[in-house]
């Protein structure tokens, strides 16, 4: 398994944009599937987007789509979320995570990078 360590977030205004990064430990990251979820005060985690591990395939959670991008660079073993027009709604900590492609659980998780959206 790689191991993830998150970075980007910060206190910004709705409207504002920030990217997230996720760096990946090892030499086998562009093997991995991989995945931001995120969770807010009081809520359940929940799936924000998606990156195969060649980086054809991506999907995304409703209400991020067309505001949000993800994307990787495998040779430099690093996960992107482009976050675009924030909203307050989008306020969580965001976690990255991976799985071995062809498994179907995501095994290894960051420690989470804080996301404060304010109105």
């Known amino acids: 398994q790689v191991q993830l360590v998150e970075s980007g977030g910060g206190l910004v205004q709705a409207g504002d944009s920030l990217r997230l990064s996720c760096a990946a430990s090892?030499?086998?990251?562009?093997?991995?599937?991989m995945g931001w979820f995120r969770q807010a005060p009081g809520k359940e985690r929940e799936f924000v987007a998606f990156?195969?591990?060649?980086?054809?395939?991506?999907s995304y959670l409703d209400s991020v789509k067309g505001r949000f991008t993800i994307s990787r660079d495998n040779a430099k073993n690093t996960l992107y979320l482009q976050m675009n027009s924030l909203k307050p709604e989008d306020t969580a900590v965001y976690y990255c995570?991976?799985?071995?492609?062809?498994?179907?659980?995501?095994?290894?998780w960051g420690q989470g990078t804080q996301v404060t959206v304010s109105s």
């Open positions: 995570a991976s799985r071995p492609k062809g498994v179907s659980d995501f095994g290894s």
């Open positions: 090892g030499r086998t990251f562009g093997t991995y599937d």
């Open positions: 990156i195969s591990w060649l980086g054809v395939s991506t």
